[in-house]
């Protein structure tokens, strides 16, 4: 059998899996969607309070319904959580069986990522095509081109949330507080990422800053894409910058794994 059918079949399984087990904490799953879709709905309750019947930095009412409403979808669409398992899985002992498989753990860990969203992000969907039925502000113009490029923003995005939160976790082979750690960093994505606010409201030095880490590239850009506030320039740099802090996470994280791998020794699982 050829790699690439084998593959297929492989993840088959797995996300088939993952959506058995994913059915037996169907509470769980619903209160972490409602999470999703509070934080930015407050968030936006602020700024529509802001902004009044006129403009924050170039946003409008209109504009923050939609940045908020993409915020929603792409957050739930690029979500990582591994750092929790993984931190579990190497102090608890559980990664020793999983290394017996013939399978790399993070394949797992993936198709559980595409099980949970293909689930939640279809709810988000479902509940902004309702909204936009009475509220026009939250209503997209039908562009394939900005919904193409999109798809590869969030693509990108996931991916490199992913190895974040993978590689954060695996630092739980030299630390009892891995979640600690990225704990911390999703405080700090509350501001850089621009999920409580766009970043064209950040303070300039703050934003500067931002600019030069991979904060705005696993959230703020692809959302920036979809409502279209992102033209031009700024889309060439997105995905550039994209590109290269996914290159850095995914170093990061062989690095991580093969010299972890070599000091860890737990009993159990």
Known sequence: MSRAPLWLRRYAALIRNAWLVDLQY???IVLWLLWGVTEPAVALGIWWGIAGDGQVAGYARADFARYFFALM???QLTIAWDSWYLDGWIREGELNFRLARPLHPAHEAVAENIAYKARTAGMIVVVW???SLVWPAVRLPLAPGRWALTAAAVLLAAAMRFFISFTTGLLAFWTTRATAIME???GV???LSGRLAPLALLPPAVAA???LTWFPYML???VELLTGAAQGRAVVTGFVGQLVWLGVWIAAYHVTWTRGLRRYG???G
């Open 26 to 28: 169907r509470a769980s």
């Open 73 to 75: 979808l792409v957050n």
């Open 129 to 131: 095509l309702v909204v």
């Open 184 to 186: 911390l960093h999703a």
């Open 189 to 191: 994505s509350l501001f």
């Open 209 to 211: 800053a931002a600019a």
């Open 220 to 222: 703020a850009f692809p």
């Open 266 to 268: 737990a009993v159990g």
